[in-house]
């Protein structure tokens, strides 16, 4: 797939304010501070599309990207550890949850781990969630640069390996890097297959 344009459409603050759902959609979301924003501005090949923070839990709403006119890109609130208080970690924990139960035209979430840290409890729980409501989503391992190749393959072998005891068969992956564009040819190819199956409600 090629981007030819990237464009910021709306923030939403809850599900029923977000853009009409006649396009297929796709979500990203991760732990904050995993390298989303990175990751989403290395797809679209547009450095400032999404805003990038050093600090964790600076994404607080649905931001929605217009592609090629043809689909949506989902910039959803980071969960775990950003400095925010609890009843602020809890009200983003709910928008995320009914965005993702109830966006009829959502046909995967791309979930981000990053690869340099074996497998975390609430990441875990977050996977076993999706499973629960039968929730379609792709693993994709960021900041995989960061790391030696034998130690991106070491953890990621574990994951594989924690997933296995719960999930069969495991869960598309991806490992990638918003530094060398790793990775961005896999995301956009299942971009591409899902769009084909699309039919609007």
Not at 110 to 134: C, T, V, Y
Not at 173 to 189: A, D, F, Q, W, Y
Request: charged share 25%.
């Amino acid at each position: 797939m090629i981007i030819k344009s990237a464009e910021f459409i709306k923030s939403s603050s809850n599900w029923k304010d977000c853009p009409p759902g006649d396009l297929p959609e796709y979500a990203f979301l991760g732990r904050s501070n995993v390298g989303k924003s990175s990751l989403i501005n290395m797809l679209t090949r547009h450095g400032k599309l999404a805003k990038t923070s050093a600090t964790p839990g600076k994404t607080q709403l649905i931001n929605h990207f217009l592609i090629n006119g043809s689909w949506y890109l989902t910039d959803l609130p980071g969960y775990g550890f950003a400095k925010v208080p609890v009843a602020i970690k809890k009200k983003w924990e709910r928008v995320i949850q009914t965005y993702l139960l109830k966006r009829q035209n959502l046909l995967c979430s791309f979930i981000l781990i990053d690869s340099r840290h074996e497998p975390l409890k609430n990441d875990i729980a977050f996977l076993e969630w999706f499973g629960m409501n039968q929730l379609p989503f792709c693993l994709v391992f960021t900041k995989a640069d960061k790391l030696s190749e034998s130690r991106v393959k070491k953890h990621f072998d574990v994951y594989m390996k924690t997933l296995a005891r719960q999930w069969e068969p495991l869960p598309p992956c991806i490992v990638s890097s918003s530094k060398t564009g790793r990775g961005r040819e896999e995301i956009l190819e299942l971009v591409a297959e899902s769009n084909k199956l699309f039919s609007p409600a």
